[in-house]
């Protein structure tokens, strides 16, 4: 009897839709909860052991071999574990990298149609969209988490990091209008509506939060994707798009110059300097520091006196203490000051609105965080990152500079380990010791490893490793001897990331790449077997 049930439970029906379940819940939890996430990578090999139908599951995965290559990755750092100093790191690494098995292996074992596949992503788009508006409830101060204070923009993305959620708001993009021309015929007016203004929104999104590598991936994936579907064009539309692109990267490059020169415009052209404020107190003015703040010198017209009296006046953070973004809010004070033309005096500090007083309290140093767009901002915080760590070697509290110590210490790490590296799991070790060795000028607290998966790949596998890591990274591409615009969209977003992230040392990133890398590679295999034959 008992046998009898277990059949009757664990057809092959039921076996799909108890999993498409945890696939479910899953891509849920990758923009709304890391319980749900976690769910979905024990409950994945759970519900494909107690489903069975072993037999059909094996000679499904035979026939889509172009899967395997992504277990690959997962196989490849269980091999290395012997070089790992630490064991219980490597094993720690190792687990989180699971997702890499887990889903490649249990899409592949079973015959997913293109409705349930596309199912899955309409599911992940939404709780994309919801965790979108729950982070535009937090920005708009609707909301207030109690767990993790918001002190800038990064804050608002609650569930998971502002880079991560640019890039699967992007992704979502392209499901969109992937679902938008599949569909075009039978989609009403409505509906077509909607669609724009969803990708309008999340779009808009990523400029909010100032996911900047979102921005590129996205750039890189429509030019990719134009070459790739360069055949599907016409010779005209095919040199148009191209035209349209270089135009597009002209237009960008002539923006940053445009930032650039709003900058480095010296607005400050007083030849005498005023020696007293308004109040009689001495001015300061280090003439010999040439920084400056939208074209005013920040080391001019300073009077700490009433600087600090006035501040504490208009504000519960002590001037001696730190913004919400862990900088001296002195500095913060004094660059904010600057960047309106406003003197670091009692009349400067009295000239603020008390929005611009909550925004220096949060971190913000320059009026363009409250007056202009969040590409502006972003373009500006990484010209004046990189010129201040130039100019002074200071990384410290600075992301894109930062990025570029990490860097330069990553590379003093695979100089040691060159050819095996140094095991997975061995990186923070690694990055410790060689902050130490290299006298890295970053604080503690500031001292993280790579931020950049290829060069994590390096130090943790070596050459041959890395190469091998990428063989299994892009065999499935030509395995699967088509592409789509999923597909190639897709692996563009995810390839570009990696540049700006250590994404598979992190469970969310083993899940977005493994899952989605897999469903669609099967997706594309599933539309070119419909494909008549010519």
Partial sequence: MWKSLYTRVFTIRNTEWLILFVLAVTVIGMPLSRFMMSFGTVGIPIAWIISGNYAYKWNNLKQNKFLWPIMGIFVLHLLWIWRTPNSGHAVTEVVDMLPLLFFPFVIGSLRLSHKQINGIFNIFVIAVIISTLISLCVYLGIYVPRKKPVANYRDISIFVSHIRLGVMCVMSVFYIIYTWYDNRKELKMWQKIALAAIIAWLLYFTTLIQAATSWVAAIVAVGVL???????????????????????????????????????????????????????????????????????????????????????????????????????????????????????????????????????????????????????????????????????????????????????????IVKKHLWLGSGPGSAKEAFAQAYEETNSNLELENRFMAHNQYLTFVISLGLIGFVLVLICMFAPLFMVKSSNFLLVTFCTIMFVSMLDEDTLTRQLGCIMFGLFYAMTLLLTKNSAAQQPEK
């Fill in 226 to 412: 134009i070459l790739a579907k360069r055949n599907s064009f016409k010779r005209w539309q095919f040199y148009g798009l191209l035209t349209v692109m270089v135009g597009f990267a002209v237009v960008a490059a002539l923006y940053v110059r445009s930032v650039y020169t709003d900058m480095h415009q010296i607005r400050d052209t007083a030849t005498e300097l005023p020696k007293l404020t308004q109040q009689g107190n001495p001015y300061t003015h280090y003439l010999k520091s040439e920084t400056t703040e939208k074209g005013y010198y920040v080391y001019r017209y300073i009077c700490n006196k009433e600087l600090k009296s006035e501040w504490n006046k208009r504000s519960r953070i002590c001037i001696d203490s730190v913004d919400r973004m862990g900088q001296p809010i002195r500095n913060t004070l004094m660059r904010y000051l600057t960047s309106k033309g406003l003197p670091k005096d009692s009349c400067g500090v009295w000239q603020l609105t008390d929005e611009e007083i909550a925004g220096i309290e949060k971190g913000y140093a320059s009026c363009i965080n409250i007056e202009k767009s969040g590409i502006y901002r972003r373009v500006y915080e990484v010209i004046w990152e990189i010129e201040n760590y130039l100019r002074y070697n200071d990384a410290n509290g600075k992301s894109v500079s930062m990025r570029i110590e990490f860097f330069k210490t990553g590379l003093h």
